[in-house]
């Protein structure tokens, strides 16, 4: 599924956060925004999900431009994973995973066996198998972030939109998560903090800063010191250690 942005402009509380931003995603292609807090990686999320309709602008999914096509067509193909979850605590994992399914039953349908089926698979993929019978609420961060992404993939969508996925996640579940959603092969758009996750893990690096696109293509190519060093605003360095780009950074003086 292929994602084009064409510029696009956006504002929050009555301010421009986003200025004509333009990116293209092919399909399959992982795409992730980086730049420091507040340059509109969320803000250009939620364009994508049709959570904040851009004033001018369009963003077109397969060349349909989703603020003109029918919502619940746009359930159906973009998944959403967002950086924190305020309800729900009560259901199960399983529960809470088999959500996904909604947007592909009718309004009085219930889960079929393909769906349990799915959902099930899905569970031991993302290693929740364990954990099917716990409460949201009774869950570590992280746990409840890899039950939510589980709830993204059993929607099978084509079109996965991860806003700081990995922010709860230890090392090891940082890598598999990534892993996994690398060997999706969908279209994937995620903002991350992570220099090295994004150099290691995405084909393409889109660099905001102050609601612009400052640079954006292969990582090796984007994620520069020059660059990183004036968008951030910071001292950087960047290498390679044991065949993967390392960042290293220091305060300014
Ligand atoms: N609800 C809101 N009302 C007013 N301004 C907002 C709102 N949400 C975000 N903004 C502003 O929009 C700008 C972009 O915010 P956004 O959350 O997209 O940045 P970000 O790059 O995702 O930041 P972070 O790395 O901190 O998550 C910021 O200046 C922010 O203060």
């Given amino acids: 599924m292929s994602l084009r942005m064409e510029n696009v402009s956006v504002s929050m509380g009555g301010r421009r956060v986003l200025h004509d931003v333009s ?30 309709r851009p004033d001018h602008g369009r963003v077109l999914v397969d060349g349909d431009d989703v603020w003109r096509s029918d919502a619940r067509a746009a359930a159906r193909r973009t998944g959403v994973l967002l950086q924190e979850q305020h309800s729900g605590f009560e259901f199960t994992v399983a529960e809470t995973v088999a959500q996904g399914r909604t947007p592909h039953l009718g309004r009085f349908d219930r889960l079929g066996s393909t769906d349990h089926e799915i959902v099930h698979d899905i569970c031991e993929r993302t290693g929740l198998g364990p954990l099917a019978d716990r409460r949201l609420g009774e869950l570590s961060g992280g746990e409840r972030q890899r039950v939510l992404l589980a709830r993204a993939l059993a929607q099978q969508p084509r079109l996965l939109v ?56 292969a990582p090796t190519e984007t994620l520069t010191d020059e660059l990183l060093s004036a968008v951030f605003d910071v001292e950087c360095t960047v290498d390679t250690l044991a065949g993967r780009p390392r960042f290293s950074f220091r305060p300014r003086r």
């Fill in 23 to 52: 990116v293209d995603v092919l399909t399959g292609q992982f795409v992730a925004l980086v730049g420091p807090n507040g340059s509109g990686k969320s803000t250009l999320l939620r364009a994508i999900y049709r959570a904040k």
């Fill in 162 to 217: 991860l806003d700081e996925p990995t922010n709860h996640l230890d090392i090891r579940h940082q890598l598999e998560f990534l892993e996994l959603v690398r060997g999706l092969d969908i279209t994937v758009v995620a903002a991350l903090h992570g220099l090295d996750l994004a150099a290691t893990y995405a084909d393409v690096a889109v660099v905001l800063r102050d609601g612009r696109v400052v640079a954006a293509g």
